[in-house]
């Protein structure tokens, strides 16, 4: 079936106008021709009704727009309107391509949602782009959408799984169109789905590992099945299938420390991690089990709470200059990408939850 024109919703800050759906067969070369955080409004079978993607907010995360080009190259008309959001088109262009989370000038645009334009601007975004998002959310707060679906990779490998400040029954029908686990997180980050969830259901899908094939496949056929299905209320008897784990640890580098990945201790770095660390996703990882080598007394990480507490001394023991875990835990987003290590976190620990009951 053919898609009618998509046009972009008023008052969006774009440098293009898209005016009809003509996607080049690459989606490389789709890119190209796209402004940096383009919003497109593609009209569906039921215009009374709203749904929202984003893709794209990270750079170096393709599955999204792999999975998105995928199913506007097919032609089909979603079940109701629909607004697309793809974000770091500057970033994820950048020779190499799909290879920088973020340019140091724009900032991570998915740090900033919900923040003032000075305080995005200050530590987080550039201050236009920090104005350009707060005009979008918005837009999108006041859209009265049924649901927002915000898609990722992982730079370690990881199942597909959903994320967000949400737990209840709609948040996780959503999460089980890609996936069957569910973190559940009250982490303040100022990510999108933070900014919007108090609004309608919103949540984060991580697709699996960026540049693999089978994390574009389930980001095509999750986007299939939240774009073309008529109702998303029977999605809630789903929700039971999920796993879920919640009450979220984020492990960070301390400020100056030098992290390496490597089979054996580096001289010179304060950390050294198992280099096949991303292994251990999703996993219990065994009290002694070792994680790597620290240089010195001093731990080179750091271990926050919801409420801001240091938990490090809790997870982690360091004996004889090996690091391991002090107790039982799972971990969840284990990245052996120094760079992501330093700009975002090494991982969280995570707990399992309760199944979920009406």
Not at 67 to 76: A, F, K, S, V
Request: hydrophobic share 40%.
């Amino acid at each position: 079936m053919e898609a009618r024109p998509q046009r972009i919703a008023t008052g969006v800050p774009v440098r293009k106008e898209v005016r009809e759906l003509e996607i080049p067969a690459r989606v490389e070369h789709w890119l190209d021709t796209l402004a940096d955080l383009t919003w497109m409004h593609l009209a569906g079978r039921d215009a009374s009704r709203l749904r929202i993607v984003t893709t794209l907010l990270h750079g170096n995360e393709p599955s999204s727009i792999r999975g998105l080009h995928r199913w506007l190259r097919g032609r089909e008309t979603p079940a109701v309107d629909l607004w697309i959001l793809i974000g770091a088109v500057q970033a994820a262009i950048e020779p190499p391509r799909f290879a920088h989370r973020f340019l140091p000038a724009d900032g991570d645009l998915n740090r900033g949602w919900g923040k003032s334009p000075v305080e995005a601007g200050s530590k987080l975004l550039a201050s236009e782009r920090a104005a350009r998002i707060a005009e979008l959310l918005r837009a999108f707060r006041a859209s009265n959408a049924e649901a927002l679906i915000d898609l990722h990779n992982n730079t370690g490998h990881n199942p597909p799984y959903g994320v967000g400040p949400d737990a209840g029954p709609t948040a996780l029908g959503l999460v089980s169109l890609f996936g069957q686990r569910f973190v559940h997180s009250p982490l303040a980050l100022g990510t999108l789905v933070e900014a919007t969830v108090s609004h309608f259901p919103s949540v984060t899908i991580e697709c699996g590992r960026a540049g693999d094939p089978r994390a574009d496949d389930v980001a095509y056929d999750g986007l299939v099945r939240f774009l073309e299905r008529d109702e998303l209320s029977s999605l809630a008897n789903a929700g039971r299938e999920i796993e879920r784990l919640g009450d979220p640890i984020r492990v960070t580098l301390r400020e100056g420390a030098r992290l390496e990945f490597a089979g054996t201790h580096r001289a010179g770095a304060s950390l050294t991690l198992d280099p096949e660390l991303d292994r251990h996703n999703f996993q219990l990882i065994a009290e002694g089990t070792q994680l790597g080598w620290v240089e010195g007394t001093r731990l080179a990480l750091e271990a926050r709470d919801a409420q801001g507490r240091d938990r490090s001394g809790d997870l982690f023991r360091v004996a004889d200059g090996r690091l391991s875990a002090a107790r039982p835990w799972v971990p969840v987003m284990m990245t052996t990408d120094p760079v992501i290590a330093r700009a975002d976190c090494l991982f969280y620990v995570v707990e399992p939850l309760p199944t979920w009951e009406p």
